[in-house]
């Protein structure tokens, strides 16, 4: 094989491995693990578990989760104990029985935490008689309480879902855990140059349906100070609802890191959806850099003001403007040709009223200013692509 061929082999398996992982569509396919999948969604486990690049997942069935929930633990303890099933190394169904010396201590998301004391957070998996592997958490007296069934899927080196027989015990995942200290949304957003949308989501009221959302879930676009300072004038002409419906839909009652909007392109509802009114938008990402589509205008997502699940903030270079507001614009008409008496035409192209029209852009320096961010450049895709093209033409050579 020559070196450009080697080249074009090595590229084209690249490209076809750089999809990345979703937990929760892997379960998906397997209705016996329905309460673990709806867990880990609940926890925010799922999307931790999507952003790692190696992780073994540990499933366990219905009747094993429901054995679990019968302790009546919080959430937030229930966390914790689902996170001791996801080790954060990859263990494949072949990889169980080739362990060296039949033992292996490895670390799992709880440890990653941090609030796993000592050696909690770590598990042992042995290679026992008779074909099966068990499991126990090092700080269980030694004691495997589980055993290997069977692999659920697995993507070699990337991620792999076994499952075992029952739930790992350890008293200190299982622990009480106090809810962690709630995040104020709209200082985060005040402190990080977006202090003018914080104060209308106050003044609206609009902060207490954000607020409300936050500990399932929420993705906020939040338009910086110059862009919201510019918007004003359009913004004091709209009724109260209307105003809390705009601010409303600024908001996604989900959490959505930067590589799931990537990844989940596509229509996306909004804190202002409601039966009547749809007050979606369209993600969309070339590259690196991510919009947001309304029908009436496009913004881009300039950069990251919070990142800490359940909630993440992003700055956008325009105030979303929903159709159900303000109408699409138009592109304009041609005009007719003029006729040989040179007499002018009678069709004029009407101005789009100034309502509807997007709002501007932040300064050039604020979005400079950003593209320190990461959002800007070639991904990786249109990177292999590039790399793949010289390499067909030096096979044509």
Do not use: W
């Amino acid at each position: 094989m020559s070196p450009a061929t080697t080249a074009l082999f090595f590229l084209l398996l690249l490209f076809s491995t750089s999809n990345a992982h979703n937990i929760t569509r892997i379960l998906a396919k397997h209705p016996e693990f329905s309460t673990f999948n709806h867990y880990l969604t609940l926890t925010h486990l799922a999307s931790e578990i999507n952003r790692r690049e190696t992780i073994t997942v540990l499933a366990l069935n219905n009747a094993a989760m429901s054995s679990l929930l019968s302790k009546q633990l919080s959430l937030y303890t229930l966390k914790n104990v689902l996170s001791l099933h996801v080790l954060v190394d990859y263990f494949g169904s072949k990889k169980l029985h080739q362990i060296t010396n039949g033992t292996a201590l490895t670390s799992t998301m709880f440890q990653a935490s941090g609030a796993a004391p000592g050696s909690s957070g770590y598990i042992n998996i042995t290679d026992l008689k008779g074909g099966k592997v068990g499991f126990g958490a090092e700080n269980n007296d030694g004691n495997l309480d589980a055993v290997y069934v069977k692999s659920v899927a697995e993507i070699p080196y990337n991620i792999s879902v076994l499952q075992i027989s029952q739930v790992l015990n350890s008293a200190e995942a299982e622990a009480p855990t106090a809810e962690p200290s709630k995040l104020n949304l709209t200082e985060i957003m005040s402190k990080q140059g977006c202090k003018a949308f914080a104060d209308l989501l106050i003044s609206s009221g609009a902060d207490a349906t954000f607020n409300e959302n936050i500990d399932g879930g929420l993705t906020v676009f939040c338009p910086t100070d110059p862009v919201i300072k510019d918007f004003m004038p359009k913004y004091k002409n709209l009724t109260a609802s209307k105003k809390a419906s705009l601010l409303l839909y600024h908001g996604v009652p989900v959490y959505q890191s930067m590589q799931m909007l990537k990844s989940n392109n596509g229509i996306m509802n909004t804190l202002a959806t409601d039966g009547a009114n749809k007050y979606d938008f369209t993600i969309q990402n070339d590259g690196e850099v991510v919009t947001l589509e309304t029908k009436v205008m496009t913004a881009k997502i300039t950069g990251t003001l919070k990142d800490e699940e359940p909630l993440i903030v992003y700055k956008i270079n325009k105030v979303l403007l929903p159709r159900e507001l303000y109408k699409p614009v138009e592109a304009p008409a041609e005009s007719p040709k003029p006729s040989k008496s040179k007499s002018k035409s009678k069709h004029k192209v009407a101005d789009a009223p100034e309502s509807d029209a997007p709002a501007e852009s932040d300064p050039a320096d604020d979005q400079t200013a950003d593209s320190d961010s990461g959002v800007a450049g070639l991904d990786c895709r249109r990177m292999v692509m590039v790399m793949l093209s010289l390499c067909i033409g030096v096979l044509l050579m």
